[in-house]
């Protein structure tokens, strides 16, 4: 398995009070990964009136079906625009890779659709059993959500036809080839087969570790665990708020 010296980090986001865009930057890491730029949003800046469900509260109270609906109906988080609009370039910039891991996918399938074309083969892990449901339901063609709006603005950032959307689809379903839970804080970080571990080229995760971390030396730990999964030479495509 890898060490954090064998990955090179890319962070295509940089997070303050407002979501902004970051010239992409590639680092080479030694000693330990380097990021661009990371930062947590201040528990003061969340308004009084809302509740904060941190990690204690996420297997029983985060609601996917609200979730899907609230960030992917019609994309308006700037969050959520700045993702879909950057990710199809940086994976134009990758190339062709064999093994893609979207670590804390959430129940979500836009990751795997921006690499369809580019990737032999995908794999989605999340923590929360809710979510894993929710993709496995995707990847069979039971799933009760829309994906047309957010897979519409991948194709337009490809120059593709929004007509490609079907086919676009069916190529993700078939490029996917396994859902397995994951956790940041174990090592190995996701549950699947031996032969698998530290295998990927690519492992993405977006707006994930820093929801799951109380301190830095949590999050320090977290990133090491998710780096152990690329092969040498890999690279981890990270976005943070």
Not at 17 to 24: K, S
Not at 42 to 61: C, H, N, W, Y
Not at 88 to 113: M, Q, S, Y
């Amino acid at each position: 398995m890898p060490s954090s010296s064998d990955a090179r980090v890319v962070d295509c986001t940089r997070a303050g009070r407002r979501f902004t865009q970051a010239p992409l930057d590639t680092h080479t890491t030694r000693k330990s990964p380097r990021y661009c730029n990371w930062s947590m949003r201040p528990v003061s800046d969340v308004p009084a009136s809302q509740e904060i469900i941190d990690r204690d509260k996420f297997l029983t109270e985060f609601r996917t079906d609200a979730y899907l609906r609230d960030f992917y109906t019609k994309v308006e988080d700037p969050a959520m625009q700045m993702v879909l609009n950057c990710l199809p370039n940086i994976v134009t910039r990758l190339g062709n890779v064999k093994r893609v891991l979207d670590f804390g996918a959430g129940p979500t399938i836009h990751v795997a659709a921006s690499f369809r074309n580019q990737a032999t083969e995908i794999y989605l892990a999340d923590y929360l059993p809710q979510n894993r449901k929710e993709l496995s339901l995707w990847c069979e063609g039971r799933s009760d959500f829309d994906w047309s709006e957010p897979l519409k603005m991948i194709l337009s950032q490809e120059g593709n036809s929004w007509s490609d959307l079907d086919q676009m689809i069916a190529l993700t379903r078939k490029k996917i080839c396994g859902v397995y839970h994951c956790d940041c804080f174990a090592s190995p970080s996701v549950e699947m087969p031996a032969e698998m571990q530290g295998t990927f080229e690519v492992v993405v995760t977006i707006f994930c570790v820093e929801y799951c971390c109380k301190t830095y030396e949590e999050y320090k730990n977290a990133i090491k665990n998710i780096v152990d999964q690329i092969r040498p030479g890999g690279t981890l495509h990270l976005s943070i708020l």
